[in-house]
């Protein structure tokens, strides 16, 4: 069982950065077995991927949105996983999620755990 919980998110001026926090209690597993997603949700939209990591942090991947821009990473003693953001733009505001499943290849697609989530607002 795993439970995710979300901060981090704000207002920002646009080209400012936010870094989001997940903190994940789990039970059954450690929590540096599990990969970790960072999602997004426009209103009105469908729920969509942002960023990935492996357990130990030496596999990432992005979303085309997120290249170059945004950087997830994490700290197993703290079973605590990052997304960190900069260059915000105002294309960027969503509810932001950070989601995990029981097998690695699955977290991108078909998560099965989420966190409540953490709004992002940026200011033109």
């Known amino acids: 069982q795993v439970t995710l919980s979300e901060s981090g998110g704000g207002l920002v001026q646009a080209g400012g950065s936010l870094r989001l926090s997940c903190a994940a209690t789990?039970?059954?597993?450690?929590?540096?077995?599990?990969?970790m997603g960072w999602f997004r949700q426009a209103p009105g939209k469908e729920r969509e991927f942002v960023a990935y990591?492996?357990?130990?942090?030496?596999?990432?991947s992005y979303a085309d949105s997120a290249k170059g821009r945004f950087t997830i990473f994490r700290e197993n003693a703290k079973n605590t996983v990052y997304l960190q953001m900069n260059s915000l733009q105002p294309e960027d505001p969503d509810v932001y999620y950070c989601?995990?499943?029981?097998?690695?290849?699955?977290?991108?697609?078909?998560?099965?755990?989420w966190g409540p989530g953490t709004q992002v607002a940026v200011s033109s």
């Open positions: 990591i492996n357990w130990n942090g030496g596999r990432r």
């Open positions: 989601a995990t499943a029981w097998q690695s290849e699955r977290v991108e697609s078909t998560p099965d755990y």
């Open positions: 789990v039970s059954g597993r450690t929590f540096s077995s599990y990969a």
